[in-house]
Nanobody, 125 residues
Framework: QVQLVESGGGLVQPGGSLRLSCAAS????????MGWFRQAPGKEREFVSA????????LYADSVKGRFTISRDFAKNTLYLQMNSLKPEDTAVYYC??????????????????WGQGNQVTVSS
């Protein structure tokens, strides 16, 4: 069974930072592209960031580029999203997702078959 366990969400003031983590089993992590999506109330699921299977290439939505950093740690079987300079419009539930084997990473939700449980990120003063 694919297991993606997320942590790190919470309430933060505008301009603050959070780091989301997504812990996965070895089988669900190694050699797979990974991504982060988010969904705000009343909105469609939105691409945030992706990383290819080897960690050598990354993608970012224009809305977060320069503020967010995606990374993966193979030794810990963990995907991260470092979020800096957070804005109220970043408020959403964030989902870790697994993409295709040897995948390059994608902005398209259909490329991701499995989701983590989601983490609420609220940016407010």
């Amino acid at each position: 069974q694919v297991q993606l366990v997320e942590s790190g969400g919470g309430l933060v003031q505008p301009g603050g930072s959070l780091r989301l983590s997504c812990a996965a089993s070895g089988r669900t992590f190694n050699n797979y592209a990974m991504g982060w999506f988010r969904q705000a109330p009343g909105k469609e699921r939105e691409f945030v960031s992706a990383i290819n299977w080897s960690g050598s290439n990354v993608l970012y939505a224009d809305s977060v580029k320069g503020r967010f950093t995606i990374s993966r740690d193979f030794a810990k079987n963990t995907l991260y999203l470092q979020m800096n300079s957070l804005k109220p419009e970043d408020t959403a539930v964030y989902y870790c997702e697994r993409g295709g084997i040897y995948g390059s990473g994608s902005r398209e939700p259909y490329e991701y078959a499995y989701w983590g449980q989601g983490n609420q990120v609220t940016v407010s003063s």
